[in-house]
């Protein structure tokens, strides 16, 4: 592999290359591409609803509910990756970390996009207010932008022969207007639970992992701890043997002296 698309493999060998690991990443690489096209789609599409008095066009629902789902089911798969120990070898864990913040930039433009278009719906309804509320304060305006049950305020108007018009159309408008407010809050409602969990999850991955380490190394430690004991005690053992076959030796020799004095000693006699 070349290093153009960040999945180069590490120059410390084949031993830590984990090609079912680098090859979800990729995946998710490209899962998330298709994410961001759908964010951009939804996000301009809300753009262009804002010249329809119309409410939230249900395709953008749609196309909403599509992103919800693809960044909550990209969201799951790193944390997968995240609990397999493997992502930690250094050919892995650089990818795995890239995908998990390049999901989190996508969510967090995503969030920040729906905030811009909330900012803009409420600048517009505030605008459809004033036209058939010229009286009203900032703070009135605001209020019934808040509130979904306008219908009595705009009656009064509507009952105005000249403003009719203008009324019943910003009606509509407001009443569009504020169901995709509370659209939008759904939304950031959910993207930032899938954020928030795709952080905690990681970090008890991350936790769990480091505790399968620690104690592997603990092991390791201990074994080879014993290791050095148990070469203790063959290095003691085959000391002892050579001092017990040094001491068998040097018996039979005082044996064998003993044996050679009694001879010439008998043969001494008998003479």
């Known amino acids: 592999m070349n290093g153009r698309d960040g999945y180069s493999q590490s ?3 084949i031993s830590s290359f984990s090609p079912e690991i680098l090859n979800e990443c990729k995946a998710i690489d490209r899962g998330i591409d298709v994410l961001q096209s759908k964010m951009e789609q939804v996000l301009r599409k809300q753009r262009e609803s804002l010249t329809d008095p119309a409410p939230m066009d249900s395709a953008i629902k749609a196309l909403t509910t599509e992103v919800l789902g693809d960044s909550n089911n990209l969201s799951v798969r790193i944390q997968r990756l995240k609990a397999n120990p493997k992502h930690l070898e250094p050919s892995n864990k650089p990818q795995v970390d890239r995908v998990q913040r390049r999901l989190g930039k996508a969510n967090q433009e995503f969030l920040s996009g729906e905030a811009a278009h909330e ?20 703070e009135q305006r605001e209020e019934a932008m808040q509130n979904n ?11 105005q022969g000249s403003r009719q018009k203008d009324a019943n159309n910003a009606l509509i408008a407001v009443q569009g207007r504020h169901q995709a407010i509370q659209e939008i809050a759904r939304t950031v409602i959910l993207v930032n639970q899938i954020q928030t969990e795709l952080h905690t999850q990681i970090i008890m991955h991350d ?3 480091n505790q399968i380490n620690e104690r592997s190394e ?6 080879s701890g014993a290791n050095t004991q148990l070469d203790g005690a063959i290095k003691s053992a085959r000391a002892a043997n050579r001092k017990k076959w040094i001491c068998l030796g040097i018996a039979l020799l005082i044996i064998i002296i003993i044996v ?5 000693v008998v043969k001494v006699v008998v003479k």
């Open 260 to 264: 050679i004095i009694v001879v010439i």
């Open 149 to 159: 049950q306008q219908s009595g305020h705009f009656a009064t108007a509507i009952m």
């Open 119 to 138: 900012r803009e719906l409420k600048a517009d309804g505030d605008r459809q207010l004033q036209i058939i509320h010229p009286d009203w304060t900032k």
């Open 218 to 223: 603990a092991v390791q430690q201990d074994v």
């Open 11 to 13: 120059p410390q060998g």
């Open 207 to 209: 936790t769990t992992v």
